[in-house]
């Protein structure tokens, strides 16, 4: 089946820091990548949307520029958290559509905490 | 208000059934999915059915859907306890897949031995 790479799968920094999150789909070709946020006991929260080789976009009250998307090629998506606060500290889970044949693949989900 | 609702809590007993329910509001829901989440780790798709169909099983699982009421339900059969989770209902608008997915708030199983 279809699978998703995600690193790493827990990360501590220290405030102020930026920290990078990589989504790799391994055995097929991701047209849109999505990324999501889960707060304790709390539902996913979408992010934003990425198709590959254009911006990513944004759902309402995410700031762009804190949360940089990259999706540089069908098998890779990269979420940069720039400038890292404790209220960044949350899981992170990056999701993979592979068309009609894979749907949609999760990722393990990173935990960050900033401290 | 939320899209995608659930109740956030379920206890069984260890071979009784499970159904976890589920109520959505968007008419043009054309997939509708089940994930189940085991602590600290990401989603794992359990089923998916699409909005043409009233009921799909899959081994122990069984979903129905009730279009008309936009209501989803997940029906495990002889649950165990490696089936203690937290299971989320999802939805992709309109007719293409490529969609985003809106969750509901996800219901915890519980179950007891």
């Known amino acids: 089946g279809a699978v998703v790479s995600q690193h790493p799968s827990r990360v501590i920094c220290k405030s102020g820091t930026s920290v990078k999150i990589e989504c790799r789909s391994l055995d097929f070709q991701a047209t849109t990548m999505f990324w999501y946020r889960q707060f304790p006991k709390k539902s996913l929260m979408l992010m934003a949307t990425s198709n590959e080789g254009s911006k990513a976009t944004y759902e309402q009250g995410v700031e762009k520029d804190k949360f940089l998307i990259n999706h540089a090629s069908l098998t890779l998506s990269t979420l940069t958290v720039t400038s890292a606060h404790p209220e960044d500290s949350s899981f992170y889970i990056c999701?993979?559509?592979?068309?009609?044949?894979?749907?949609?693949?999760f990722g393990s989900g990173t935990r960050l905490t900033v401290v | 208000g939320e899209d995608v609702e659930q109740s956030l809590f379920l206890s069984v007993r260890e071979g009784d059934s499970s159904v976890i329910n589920c109520t959505y509001t968007d008419s043009s829901s054309t997939y509708l999915y089940w994930y189940k989440q085991e602590p600290g780790a990401g989603l794992q798709l359990l089923t998916y059915?699409?909005?043409?169909?009233d009921m799909k099983q899959d081994q122990r699982l069984t979903v129905l859907l009730n279009k008309k009421d936009k209501h989803l339900s997940l029906r495990i059969a002889d649950t165990q306890t490696g089936d203690s989770a937290i299971y989320f209902c999802a939805e992709s608008k309109g007719n293409n897949a490529g969609n985003m997915l809106t969750f509901g708030g996800g219901t915890r199983l519980m179950v007891k031995p």
């Open positions: 059915i699409f909005s043409n169909m």
């Open positions: 999701s993979a559509y592979g068309g009609q044949r894979y749907g949609y693949t």
